[in-house]
Nanobody
Framework: VQLQASGGGLVQPGGSLRLSCAAS?????????IGWFRQAPGKEREGVSC????????AYADSVKGRFTISRDNAKNTVYLQMNNLKPEDTAVYYC?????????????????WGKGTLVTVSS
């Protein structure tokens, strides 16, 4: 299975972006969690949000609650991350990954299929 993240770009503070994570190929059968992570320059990769592919349950990091919304379109094998009211501290490379579950804020150690990242820059 391959994961491809897209939708990053440059946006002003307060703006919005929608990231997409498209899955292709076999291998997702037992990977029920799709997570979004981000890594800012000089910082460790951190979990942002995740969604359970079948029951739709979600989890968010405190830093993005109320601003980011994760959703899925199983027919398209795609997970989205709608990011509103973006702040400069949201600037990072965003990655999507697949893991067994989505329980709480995603932990990088629980996700083993990773896509390439997409850069989000929030700046005026």
């Amino acid at each position: 299975v391959q994961l491809q993240a897209s939708g990053g770009g440059l946006v002003q503070p307060g703006g919005s972006l929608r990231l997409s994570c498209a899955a292709s190929g076999p291998g997702l059968d037992y990977k029920f969690g799709i997570g979004w992570f981000r890594q800012a320059p000089g910082k460790e990769r951190e979990g942002v949000s995740c969604i359970h592919r079948t029951d739709g349950s979600t989890a968010y990091a405190d830093s993005v609650k109320g601003r980011f919304t994760i959703s899925r379109d199983n027919a398209k094998n795609t997970v989205y991350l709608q990011m509103n009211n973006l702040k400069p501290e949201d600037t990072a490379v965003y990655y999507c990954a697949a893991g067994i579950y989505c329980i709480g804020v995603p932990d990088i150690n629980e996700y083993d299929i990773w896509g390439k990242g997409t850069l989000v820059t929030v700046s005026s």
